[in-house]
């Protein structure tokens, strides 16, 4: 939700603060881009801004056009819409205080109608229908009745606002400097060499510095050319970590690929070998992560995964894993339905929580409530200093490294390993697998980069299947075991790029009713189980591909290398390498990963930014 950025610079530096501000909202554009906007002020202390409806290039076009003063400070927005359609008066930054205060804001202000009527009351006149212009004039009004203190004044606001939001903002009468507040919703700030920098996520940043500093729940922060200071929504001073962002920009660019998400298809063989690498050493699994809550871990009597869309389908593929190596019960839930239903929860209860971004909001809020009722909680996360890890009491990051495409697909594959590496490690505590059988799951386990990488050479045949099916309006996928994620996983691709009908089921499912879509010609994915697997799964599926095609349904069956038996019922087969049955799901997902992007790409669709989503959500 909604991408920010912030900059100061020290004399020396260049008037560059438009540069720097364009910079970092180009690469934090996947965080929303219904609109987009700058403010700046120059050494004269001049406020100038410009804002645009529609994608940044709008903005970008219009500034060469009627180029802005520039300066050494300034904010930039680009917008996911909220509270009010995406037009140029809805776009940020807001002004108030006759043009001299300008601020942009991330998230919801809940009780925003009635601090609106009491600024209109006082004769206030609103140029928006959003919230975010009611803080602009809030923060105005405390700064003129406060002397003139732009932090200060930002302080009392926040704390009469209800909600999520991050918050900065600049005046004209205080060049040099930017002033930021959060809660519930994403705010890092980069130290750079005579310069300061602040973001919604390291991004926004990541062209100009490394070192990176985390900003906490009801935090407050100013950044001056030399200096950063943070207090809480009380005004007193906050001790700060600083930490190094393990990548570069070029991770953050396209690097010749069409698009950001057939880069990141590419990188998932990367993603996992990076979420292995340490961990998995020697035939034995070492997360040194986990060290502080060793204890704990050998005491949980149950396991409840909260996540949301595509990490909630890695849960499931964690809970089938979990189980199976260490023997716990795992429930996987759907983080925004958690906490309403009161759950029963102790301190021998662990809480895995599962989220690439580390500010989903609705997963956020779950990890308070869960640590109020007394729960161990561990996240999966592949953001460094976001919110989530730091509400946790353990943390295992994937290195996945940038995500930027909205659509997830190497931070799936990532979250599966994560999960896959925390079920061998709860089995070497628990002791209910062997040394033996755990170098046995480990060597498989680090086979499977590879055979992604063999999955992504074998690719075109998928590129053409999509291109066949572009008028396509409904697509089913069905799955057993940990087939049944990858299905929900598959249909949620192609609703989120493609914008057609699509569902995933479990296939024994099928004739309990699902059974009745199937209509000639009606497209059926079926993941095929392993023949190999002693559950015996995979005459079943073949018996649901032949029900399925006597009703007249066209098959693709993805099913692994010299799988006879299901060639005579499928129409078409995609083989995937051979795999131990639990990590054939990371390689099967990557075939419908690719044709979701491709029958989106085949519609003429922006497979980066579809529409009406953004990446990370941080609004309940």
Same mark, same amino acid.
């Given at each position: 939700?909604?991408?920010?950025?912030?900059?100061?610079?020290?004399?020396?530096?260049?008037?560059?603060?438009?540069?720097?501000?364009?910079?970092?909202?180009?690469?934090? =554009?996947?965080?929303?881009?219904?609109?987009?906007?700058?403010?700046?002020?120059?050494?004269?202390?001049?406020?100038?801004?410009?804002?645009?409806?529609?994608?940044?290039?709008?903005?970008?076009?219009?500034?060469?056009?009627?180029?802005?003063?520039?300066?050494?400070?300034?904010?930039?927005?680009?917008?996911? %819409?909220?509270?009010?359609?995406?037009? +140029?008066?809805?776009?940020?930054? @807001?002004?108030?205080?006759?043009?001299?205060?300008?601020?942009?804001?991330?998230?919801?202000?809940?009780?925003?109608?009635?601090?609106?009527?009491?600024?209109?009351? *006082?004769?206030?006149?609103?140029?928006?229908?959003?919230?975010?212009?009611?803080?602009?004039?809030?923060?105005?009004?405390?700064?003129?009745? !406060?002397?003139?203190?732009?932090? =200060? &004044?930002?302080?009392?606001?926040?704390?009469?606002?209800?909600?999520?939001?991050?918050?900065?903002?600049?005046?004209?009468?205080?060049?040099?400097?930017?002033?930021?507040?959060?809660?519930?919703?994403?705010?890092?700030?980069?130290? #750079?060499?005579?310069?300061?920098?602040?973001?919604?996520?390291?991004? %926004?940043?990541?062209?100009?510095?490394?070192? %990176?500093?985390?900003?906490?729940?009801?935090?407050?922060?100013?950044?001056?050319? +030399?200096?950063? *200071?943070?207090?809480?929504?009380?005004?007193?001073?906050?001790?700060?970590?600083?930490?190094?962002?393990?990548?570069?920009?070029?991770?953050?660019?396209? #690097?010749?690929?069409?698009?950001?998400? $057939?880069?990141?298809?590419?990188?998932?063989?990367?993603?996992?070998?990076?979420?292995?690498?340490?961990? $998995?050493?020697?035939?034995?699994?070492?997360?040194? +992560?986990?060290?502080?809550?060793?204890?704990?871990?050998?005491?949980?009597?149950?396991?409840?995964?909260?996540?949301?869309?595509?990490?909630?389908?890695?849960?499931?593929?964690?809970?089938?894993?979990?189980?199976?190596? %260490?023997?716990?019960?795992?429930?996987?839930?759907?983080? @925004?339905?958690?906490?309403?239903?009161?759950?029963?929860?102790?301190?021998?209860?662990?809480?895995?929580?599962?989220?690439?971004? !580390?500010?989903?909001?609705?997963?956020?809020?779950?990890?308070?409530?869960?640590?109020?009722?007394?729960?161990?909680?561990?996240?999966?996360?592949?953001?460094?200093?976001?919110?989530?890890?730091?509400?946790?009491?353990?943390?295992?990051?994937? @290195?996945?490294?940038?995500?930027?495409?909205?659509?997830?697909?190497?931070?799936?594959?990532?979250?599966?390993?994560?999960?896959?590496?925390?079920?061998?490690?709860?089995?070497?505590?628990?002791?209910?697998?062997?040394?033996?059988?755990?170098?046995?799951?480990?060597?498989?386990?680090?086979?499977?980069?590879?055979?992604?990488?063999?999955?992504? *050479?074998?690719?075109?045949?998928?590129?053409?299947?999509?291109?066949?099916?572009?008028?396509?309006?409904?697509?089913?996928?069905?799955?057993?075991?940990?087939?049944?994620?990858? &299905?929900?996983?598959?249909?949620?691709?192609?609703?989120?790029?493609?914008?057609?009908?699509?569902?995933?089921?479990?296939?024994?499912?099928?004739?309990?009713?699902?059974?009745?879509?199937?209509?000639?010609?009606?497209?059926?994915?079926?993941?095929?189980?392993?023949?190999?697997?002693?559950?015996?799964?995979?005459?079943?599926?073949?018996?649901?591909?032949?029900?399925?095609?006597?009703?007249? $349904?066209?098959?693709?069956?993805?099913?692994?290398?010299?799988?006879?038996?299901?060639?005579?019922?499928?129409?078409?087969?995609?083989?995937?390498?051979?795999?131990?049955?639990?990590?054939?799901?990371?390689?099967?997902?990557?075939?419908?990963?690719?044709?979701?992007?491709?029958?989106? $790409?085949?519609?003429?669709?922006?497979?980066?930014?579809?529409?009406?989503?953004?990446?990370?959500?941080?609004? =309940?």
């Amino acid at each position: 939700m909604c991408g920010i950025v912030g900059y100061v610079g020290e004399v020396g530096l260049g008037e560059r603060s438009v540069e720097v501000l364009l910079g970092g909202l180009k690469r934090l =554009e996947y965080r929303g881009y219904d609109s987009a906007g700058v403010a700046v002020i120059d050494a004269d202390g001049r406020l100038d801004s410009r804002k645009k409806a529609g994608k940044l290039k709008m903005l970008i076009d219009d500034l060469e056009a009627t180029p802005l003063v520039d300066g050494r400070t300034g904010i930039g927005h680009t917008r996911w %819409a909220t509270h009010g359609g995406p037009t +140029d008066s809805n776009a940020h930054p @807001h002004l108030a205080d006759d043009g001299r205060l300008a601020l942009i804001h991330n998230g919801i202000i809940e009780n925003f109608s009635e601090l609106k009527a009491e600024l209109v009351s *006082e004769g206030v006149e609103f140029q928006s229908e959003t919230d975010s212009e009611v803080a602009a004039h809030l923060v105005a009004r405390a700064y003129r009745a !406060g002397g003139g203190d732009l932090a =200060e &004044a930002l302080r009392m606001v926040v704390n009469t606002l209800h909600g999520a939001f991050t918050l900065l903002v600049v005046h004209a009468d205080q060049p040099g400097l930017v002033v930021g507040a959060r809660r519930n919703s994403p705010l890092v700030v980069g130290l #750079g060499d005579g310069e300061n920098f602040m973001g919604s996520d390291v991004a %926004a940043f990541i062209a100009h510095t490394r070192r %990176a500093m985390s900003i906490g729940q009801d935090q407050l922060v100013s950044i001056r050319p +030399d200096s950063v *200071e943070v207090v809480d929504f009380e005004g007193r001073p906050v001790e700060t970590t600083e930490f190094e962002v393990d990548w570069d920009a070029s991770a953050a660019d396209k #690097g010749g690929w069409s698009s950001f998400m $057939a880069k990141e298809i590419s990188e998932e063989p990367e993603a996992v070998a990076n979420t292995l690498l340490g961990r $998995a050493v020697d035939g034995a699994v070492t997360l040194t +992560d986990l060290d502080g809550v060793r204890e704990q871990l050998l005491t949980v009597d149950r396991v409840i995964v909260i996540a949301c869309g595509t990490a909630a389908y890695a849960g499931i593929l964690g809970k089938y894993a979990i189980e199976q190596w %260490a023997r716990i019960p795992v429930e996987v839930e759907l983080a @925004h339905e958690f906490r309403y239903r009161d759950p029963v929860l102790d301190a021998r209860t662990l809480v895995v929580s599962i989220s690439q971004s !580390g500010e989903t909001m609705d997963t956020l809020m779950a990890v308070k409530y869960a640590r109020e009722q007394g729960a161990q909680v561990l996240s999966i996360c592949n953001t460094q200093g976001s919110t989530i890890p730091r509400e946790s009491d353990a943390v295992i990051y994937t @290195h996945a490294g940038p995500e930027v495409a909205v659509a997830s697909t190497k931070a799936f594959v990532a979250q599966g390993t994560a999960l896959f590496l925390l079920g061998l490690h709860l089995a070497t505590l628990r002791g209910t697998l062997t040394a033996e059988q755990i170098a046995e799951q480990v060597t498989d386990l680090q086979a499977i980069p590879e055979k992604i990488t063999r999955v992504l *050479e074998s690719s075109d045949r998928i590129r053409t299947l999509a291109g066949w099916m572009a008028d396509t309006r409904s697509v089913l996928f069905l799955g057993r075991h940990v087939g049944y994620p990858i &299905a929900l996983e598959g249909a949620l691709k192609l609703k989120e790029l493609a914008y057609i009908h699509a569902e995933g089921f479990a296939a024994g499912e099928l004739k309990h009713g699902p059974i009745a879509l199937i209509e000639p010609g009606q497209i059926v994915f079926v993941i095929v189980p392993s023949p190999r697997d002693p559950r015996s799964l995979h005459p079943k599926v073949v018996s649901n591909i032949q029900e399925i095609r006597a009703r007249g $349904a066209r098959v693709i069956a993805i099913a692994e290398e010299g799988d006879a038996a299901v060639l005579p019922f499928a129409d078409e087969v995609l083989h995937i390498p051979l795999a131990a049955p639990l990590f054939e799901s990371l390689l099967a997902v990557v075939p419908l990963h690719i044709f979701g992007m491709e029958l989106a $790409a085949a519609k003429g669709l922006d497979v980066d930014q579809p529409r009406n989503l953004a990446k990370s959500v941080t609004v =309940e």
